[in-house]
Protein backbone atom coordinates (compact mmCIF):
# COMPACT_ATOMS: atom_id res chain seq x y z
CA UNK A 1 0.00 0.00 0.00
CA UNK A 2 1.45 3.64 -0.96
CA UNK A 3 0.36 6.40 1.54
CA UNK A 4 0.87 9.82 0.67
CA UNK A 5 1.12 12.09 3.64
CA UNK A 6 1.31 15.87 3.43
CA UNK A 7 1.88 18.00 6.52
CA UNK A 8 3.78 21.38 6.63
CA UNK A 9 4.96 19.94 10.18
CA UNK A 10 7.70 17.49 10.35
CA UNK A 11 7.22 16.14 13.48
CA UNK A 12 3.96 15.36 12.28
CA UNK A 13 5.10 13.94 9.19
CA UNK A 14 7.39 11.64 10.75
CA UNK A 15 4.82 10.43 13.45
CA UNK A 16 2.34 9.49 10.72
CA UNK A 17 4.48 7.49 9.07
CA UNK A 18 6.17 5.80 12.18
CA UNK A 19 2.62 4.56 13.03
CA UNK A 20 1.40 3.47 9.49
CA UNK A 21 4.58 1.37 9.12
CA UNK A 22 4.37 -0.06 12.44
CA UNK A 23 1.16 -1.06 12.05
CA UNK A 24 0.61 -2.37 8.49
CA UNK A 25 3.17 -4.43 6.76
CA UNK A 26 4.22 -3.61 3.18
CA UNK A 27 3.66 0.17 3.27
CA UNK A 28 5.24 2.90 1.28
CA UNK A 29 4.60 6.50 2.98
CA UNK A 30 5.71 9.22 0.42
CA UNK A 31 5.84 11.96 2.86
CA UNK A 32 5.51 15.98 1.60
CA UNK A 33 5.72 19.06 3.54
CA UNK A 34 4.14 21.37 1.15
CA UNK A 35 1.10 21.97 -1.76
CA UNK A 36 3.34 21.91 -4.14
CA UNK A 37 5.24 18.96 -3.79
CA UNK A 38 2.19 17.12 -3.69
CA UNK A 39 0.40 18.68 -6.63
CA UNK A 40 3.90 17.22 -8.62
CA UNK A 41 3.25 13.86 -6.99
CA UNK A 42 -0.39 13.43 -7.31
CA UNK A 43 0.51 14.25 -11.02
CA UNK A 44 2.89 11.51 -11.67
CA UNK A 45 0.92 9.10 -13.63
CA UNK A 46 3.52 6.46 -12.79
CA UNK A 47 2.44 7.22 -8.94
CA UNK A 48 0.33 4.24 -7.65
CA UNK A 49 -1.05 5.93 -4.79
CA UNK A 50 -3.57 3.88 -2.32
CA UNK A 51 -4.36 6.72 0.20
CA UNK A 52 -3.55 10.62 0.85
CA UNK A 53 -3.59 12.00 4.42
CA UNK A 54 -3.72 15.98 4.00
CA UNK A 55 -3.67 18.32 6.93
CA UNK A 56 -5.73 20.90 6.65
CA UNK A 57 -2.67 23.70 6.94
CA UNK A 58 0.19 23.87 4.56
CA UNK A 59 2.65 25.29 3.33
CA UNK A 60 1.34 27.48 -0.48
CA UNK A 61 2.41 30.39 -1.89
CA UNK A 62 -0.95 31.23 -3.09
CA UNK A 63 -2.46 30.33 0.19
CA UNK A 64 -4.12 26.87 -0.36
CA UNK A 65 -5.01 24.98 1.90
CA UNK A 66 -5.29 21.20 2.21
CA UNK A 67 -8.61 20.85 1.39
CA UNK A 68 -7.82 22.88 -2.26
CA UNK A 69 -5.33 20.28 -2.52
CA UNK A 70 -7.94 17.73 -1.69
CA UNK A 71 -10.49 19.14 -4.34
CA UNK A 72 -7.34 18.79 -6.71
CA UNK A 73 -7.27 15.25 -5.95
CA UNK A 74 -11.13 14.74 -7.07
CA UNK A 75 -10.12 16.24 -10.38
CA UNK A 76 -7.26 14.45 -11.85
CA UNK A 77 -8.54 11.41 -13.02
CA UNK A 78 -5.97 8.88 -11.22
CA UNK A 79 -7.22 9.86 -8.12
CA UNK A 80 -10.96 10.76 -8.52
CA UNK A 81 -11.97 8.06 -5.67
CA UNK A 82 -8.46 7.42 -3.53
CA UNK A 83 -9.65 7.64 -0.29
CA UNK A 84 -8.31 11.30 1.59
CA UNK A 85 -7.98 11.42 5.40
CA UNK A 86 -7.53 14.55 6.81
CA UNK A 87 -6.10 15.66 9.58
CA UNK A 88 -5.88 19.08 11.32
CA UNK A 89 -6.27 21.38 14.62
CA UNK A 90 -9.33 23.13 13.40
CA UNK A 91 -12.51 20.92 13.91
CA UNK A 92 -14.84 23.66 12.17
CA UNK A 93 -12.99 22.96 9.22
CA UNK A 94 -14.53 19.21 8.75
CA UNK A 95 -17.58 20.79 7.08
CA UNK A 96 -15.84 22.11 4.28
CA UNK A 97 -13.51 19.23 4.09
CA UNK A 98 -16.26 16.73 3.48
CA UNK A 99 -18.30 18.97 1.45
CA UNK A 100 -15.23 19.90 -1.33
CA UNK A 101 -13.76 16.31 -1.25
CA UNK A 102 -16.30 13.55 -0.20
CA UNK A 103 -12.99 12.79 1.85
CA UNK A 104 -13.91 9.36 4.09
CA UNK A 105 -12.86 10.61 7.68
CA UNK A 106 -11.32 13.55 9.38
CA UNK A 107 -9.49 13.29 12.09
CA UNK A 108 -8.46 16.31 14.75
CA UNK A 109 -5.29 16.88 16.40
CA UNK A 110 -3.59 16.13 18.74
CA UNK A 111 -3.23 12.87 16.66
CA UNK A 112 -4.42 9.76 18.20
CA UNK A 113 -2.75 6.71 16.82
CA UNK A 114 -5.43 4.01 17.52
CA UNK A 115 -7.94 6.78 15.55
CA UNK A 116 -5.63 6.62 12.71
CA UNK A 117 -5.50 2.67 12.74
CA UNK A 118 -9.08 2.48 13.40
CA UNK A 119 -9.78 4.63 10.18
CA UNK A 120 -7.10 2.81 8.05
CA UNK A 121 -7.93 -0.65 9.14
CA UNK A 122 -11.96 0.42 7.91
CA UNK A 123 -11.04 1.33 4.55
CA UNK A 124 -9.51 -2.25 4.14
CA UNK A 125 -12.74 -4.03 5.35
CA UNK A 126 -15.17 -2.33 3.38
CA UNK A 127 -12.58 -2.06 0.69
CA UNK A 128 -12.21 1.13 -0.49
CA UNK A 129 -8.52 0.87 -0.50
CA UNK A 130 -8.12 0.10 -4.50
CA UNK A 131 -7.30 -3.91 -4.92
CA UNK A 132 -4.91 -4.83 -7.61
CA UNK A 133 -4.96 -8.57 -8.94
CA UNK A 134 -1.63 -10.17 -7.83
CA UNK A 135 -0.03 -12.24 -11.25
CA UNK A 136 1.28 -16.03 -10.01
CA UNK A 137 2.33 -18.80 -12.57
CA UNK A 138 1.99 -22.17 -11.37
CA UNK A 139 4.13 -24.85 -12.10
CA UNK A 140 2.47 -25.83 -15.16
CA UNK A 141 3.08 -22.38 -16.38
CA UNK A 142 -0.28 -21.13 -16.35
CA UNK A 143 -0.95 -17.69 -14.75
CA UNK A 144 -3.53 -16.75 -11.98
CA UNK A 145 -4.67 -13.40 -11.33
CA UNK A 146 -6.42 -13.54 -7.91
CA UNK A 147 -7.32 -10.55 -5.95
CA UNK A 148 -6.09 -9.88 -2.65
CA UNK A 149 -9.15 -10.27 -1.00
CA UNK A 150 -9.40 -13.63 -2.51
CA UNK A 151 -6.47 -14.34 -1.44
CA UNK A 152 -6.73 -16.86 2.11
CA UNK A 153 -3.55 -17.45 2.60
CA UNK A 154 0.20 -18.21 1.27
CA UNK A 155 2.29 -20.91 2.38
CA UNK A 156 5.82 -21.95 1.25
CA UNK A 157 6.82 -25.47 0.21
CA UNK A 158 10.49 -26.11 -0.41
CA UNK A 159 11.35 -23.88 -4.10
CA UNK A 160 7.29 -23.47 -5.02
CA UNK A 161 4.19 -21.62 -2.64
CA UNK A 162 0.83 -22.92 -2.02
CA UNK A 163 -1.51 -20.17 -2.76
CA UNK A 164 -4.82 -20.83 -1.30
CA UNK A 165 -8.31 -18.42 -2.50
CA UNK A 166 -12.20 -18.67 -2.16
CA UNK A 167 -12.16 -20.27 -5.72
CA UNK A 168 -9.52 -23.18 -4.48
CA UNK A 169 -5.67 -23.60 -3.97
CA UNK A 170 -2.76 -24.15 -6.99
CA UNK A 171 1.11 -24.10 -6.15
CA UNK A 172 3.65 -21.48 -7.66
CA UNK A 173 7.39 -21.13 -8.64
CA UNK A 174 7.01 -17.26 -9.74
CA UNK A 175 8.61 -15.95 -6.90
CA UNK A 176 9.25 -16.71 -3.48
CA UNK A 177 7.25 -15.62 -0.36
CA UNK A 178 9.28 -12.71 0.67
CA UNK A 179 8.73 -11.34 -2.89
CA UNK A 180 5.20 -12.30 -2.72
CA UNK A 181 4.75 -10.62 0.88
CA UNK A 182 5.82 -6.78 -0.73
CA UNK A 183 3.16 -7.10 -3.35
CA UNK A 184 0.74 -7.43 -1.04
CA UNK A 185 -1.52 -4.84 0.78
CA UNK A 186 -2.05 -4.08 4.87
CA UNK A 187 -4.73 -6.64 5.40
CA UNK A 188 -1.87 -9.08 4.81
CA UNK A 189 0.66 -10.04 7.64
CA UNK A 190 3.72 -12.35 7.67
CA UNK A 191 2.63 -14.71 11.04
CA UNK A 192 5.37 -16.92 10.73
CA UNK A 193 8.12 -17.55 8.11
CA UNK A 194 6.16 -20.29 5.92
CA UNK A 195 3.31 -18.34 6.22
CA UNK A 196 1.26 -15.37 4.91
CA UNK A 197 -2.53 -14.68 6.25
CA UNK A 198 -4.81 -12.20 5.05
CA UNK A 199 -6.33 -10.90 8.11
CA UNK A 200 -10.01 -10.52 7.08
CA UNK A 201 -10.44 -14.30 6.66
CA UNK A 202 -9.09 -15.31 10.41
CA UNK A 203 -12.00 -16.57 12.39
CA UNK A 204 -10.21 -18.12 15.56
CA UNK A 205 -6.89 -17.20 17.44
CA UNK A 206 -5.39 -19.56 19.99
CA UNK A 207 -3.02 -17.40 21.87
CA UNK A 208 -1.75 -20.23 24.33
CA UNK A 209 -0.81 -22.23 21.15
CA UNK A 210 0.22 -19.36 18.92
CA UNK A 211 -1.96 -20.27 15.91
CA UNK A 212 -5.07 -19.29 13.61
CA UNK A 213 -7.48 -20.55 12.15
CA UNK A 214 -8.78 -19.93 8.62
CA UNK A 215 -12.33 -19.71 7.39
CA UNK A 216 -13.46 -22.71 5.32
CA UNK A 217 -10.51 -24.35 5.79
CA UNK A 218 -11.75 -27.17 8.47
CA UNK A 219 -9.01 -28.17 10.89
CA UNK A 220 -5.97 -26.04 9.46
CA UNK A 221 -3.64 -24.52 11.64
CA UNK A 222 -1.62 -22.15 11.31
CA UNK A 223 1.42 -21.21 13.27
CA UNK A 224 2.13 -17.50 14.45
CA UNK A 225 5.43 -16.25 15.64
CA UNK A 226 5.82 -15.39 18.86
CA UNK A 227 6.85 -12.32 18.76
CA UNK A 228 3.57 -11.58 16.04
CA UNK A 229 1.22 -13.11 19.30
CA UNK A 230 0.54 -9.11 20.87
CA UNK A 231 -0.52 -8.20 17.67
CA UNK A 232 -2.39 -10.95 16.15
CA UNK A 233 -4.36 -10.75 19.49
CA UNK A 234 -5.12 -7.49 19.04
CA UNK A 235 -6.77 -7.54 15.20
CA UNK A 236 -8.73 -10.28 16.75
CA UNK A 237 -9.98 -9.17 19.65
CA UNK A 238 -13.49 -8.90 18.03
CA UNK A 239 -13.63 -12.47 17.09
Do not use: W
Not at 41 to 58: A, F, P, Q, R, T
Not at 124 to 153: T, W
Request: proline share 4%; glycine share 4%.
Amino acid sequence: MNVLIVDNEATQLEGIATIISANFQNTHCIKVKNYQKAIDIIDEKSKDIDLIILDIDLDSDDGQDGVDLGSYVRNTPNHKTTPILFITGYPEEAARAVHNTNCFDFLTKPLKEHELTAAIRNLIKINLLSEKPIRFRDVSGIYYRPLPSQIKYIKAAHRNIIVCTTEGEFTSNSAPLNEIANELPASFIRCHRSYIVNTEFIHAFDRTNAYICISGEGTLRIPVSRKLVNYISEITDNL
